[in-house]
């Protein structure tokens, strides 16, 4: 990349976002994406072992541009006046892969966003504005949602944040802080995500889940399910096991549901409470568009079918045998831990996670690290990647692990 370029992205990004970049050695610029592989302006390809969750379906997947671009040829936008039909076809798909129970939706553009509306619904319909969340919890840079997300250190801490929130371990000790909690009258919500995602690829005890959901059940207060990056098939399951239990009264979804193009995500609610009965305080002039609904509907299809979820725990489980086997014994290395294809390997040292990222970047894997949880190297290939293709992302990435710096 010259430098023509980078003058322009420091311009318009600022001096330390093209500092990173130049500093970690990542100088290329992706131009294409094709099932799990990305190209770059010097036609250089790299497998996609990250991307935050949002590529389940690899990038550009055939039936998803087709829907796409069909839909393209019809209508884009919405005009917020009149209804479509692609939003309700959407809407009703993802309400058929859930428990009964849950049965109203609100579209959204962003995760952050879904989780705004959640929490904004669960003080209208309490009256009350006190949270629990999760220790390592992660549900967004949006005011409320950061506000839930629990930063064990950097420069923004939850002081700095909009809501009252107490964070929890989810353990028996956590269970006991909730208790006390609860007894206070104030609390609205409890959110939470089945595996916590940027706090380390940490699956939540069920045991925890289902206390927790009893305790909200008596005292009145919400419980919030964050699937954002767990569900549509991500762990092998179109939903956890406490989702599909109906534990939770409000469910968070995005990330996969965009097929990978385009940026959509829903809030899904067990009662049509103060928010859904007052449009207004939910509209947005970008959600629930036709073309967005329309690739969502798709790829719910694609995610819910049990052909594709089987594929994606036997590709998970390939790659946990294989980590566990050839990297577990490492002194660098304290635990790998997963399930589907979210799987993370913590290290015991940030510094030598950041050395081998760089070294898995220039053998052609892109891989990151889990946002509050920097020791966390996630590994989250899409479900369309092929044996071979997986094989050689891993042979790579082991090989990053021991000859890193």
Excluded at 9 to 21: C, D, I, P, S
Excluded at 190 to 208: A, H, K, L, N, S
Excluded at 298 to 316: C, M, N, P, T
Aim: glycine share 10%; proline share 4%; net charge negative.
């Amino acid at each position: 990349m010259n430098n023509a370029y980078w003058k322009k992205f420091e311009h318009v990004f600022g001096k330390k976002n093209a500092l990173l970049f130049k500093l970690s050695g990542m100088k290329s610029s992706e131009i294409r994406g094709e099932g799990a592989w990305i190209y770059d302006d010097n036609e250089e390809r790299f497998l996609d072992f990250g991307s935050y969750g949002i590529h389940l379906l690899g990038h550009r997947h055939p039936e998803i541009v087709d829907c796409a671009t069909k839909q393209l040829k019809k209508m884009g936008l919405s005009t917020k006046i009149l209804a479509n039909e692609p939003s309700v076809a959407a809407a009703e798909a993802l309400l058929d892969t859930l428990p009964e129970s849950l049965r109203y939706v609100i579209y959204a553009n962003s995760g952050s966003e879904s989780v705004e509306f959640a929490i904004r619904s669960a003080m209208l319909s309490t009256g009350k504005k006190h949270f629990i969340a999760l220790k390592n919890g992660y549900h967004g840079k949006t005011s409320g949602a950061l506000s839930l997300t629990h930063y064990a250190s950097g420069s923004v801490t939850n002081e700095d944040t909009a809501l009252p929130v107490d964070h929890i371990p989810p353990d028996d000790s956590g269970v006991e802080i909730a208790k006390g909690l609860f007894k206070g009258g104030t609390i609205a919500a409890f959110v939470m995500e089945p595996i916590q995602g940027e706090g380390g690829i940490r699956p939540v005890p069920e045991d925890f889940v289902f206390e927790m959901a009893s305790l909200c059940k008596t005292h009145g207060a919400i419980f919030i399910m964050d699937e954002i990056q767990t569900g549509l098939g991500r762990c092998g399951q179109v939903w956890s096991p406490a989702t599909m239990a109906g534990v939770p009264d409000i469910v968070v979804v995005g990330k996969t549901l965009g097929g990978g193009l385009v940026p959509i995500a829903m809030t899904v609610f067990r009662e049509c409470g103060a928010l859904l009965n007052n449009p207004t305080m939910a509209a947005s002039s970008y959600a629930s568009s036709p073309f967005a609904c329309a690739v969502a509907n798709r790829a719910i299809e694609l995610v819910s079918q049990e052909d594709f979820l089987r594929d994606v725990r036997e590709k998970g489980r390939q790659c946990l045998d294989r980590l566990n086997h050839e990297l577990a014994s490492r002194e660098e290395i304290r635990e790998i831990r997963g399930k589907g294809l979210m799987i993370g390997i913590e290290f015991t040292d940030k510094e030598i996670l950041a050395e081998t990222l760089m070294s898995a970047y220039g053998k052609g894997v892109l891989t990151t690290f889990c946002l509050t949880s920097p020791e966390v190297l996630r590994i989250y290939p899409p479900a369309v990647i092929s044996d071979e293709d997986l094989q050689w992302g891993l042979d790579r990435l082991i090989d990053a692990v021991e000859t890193r710096k």
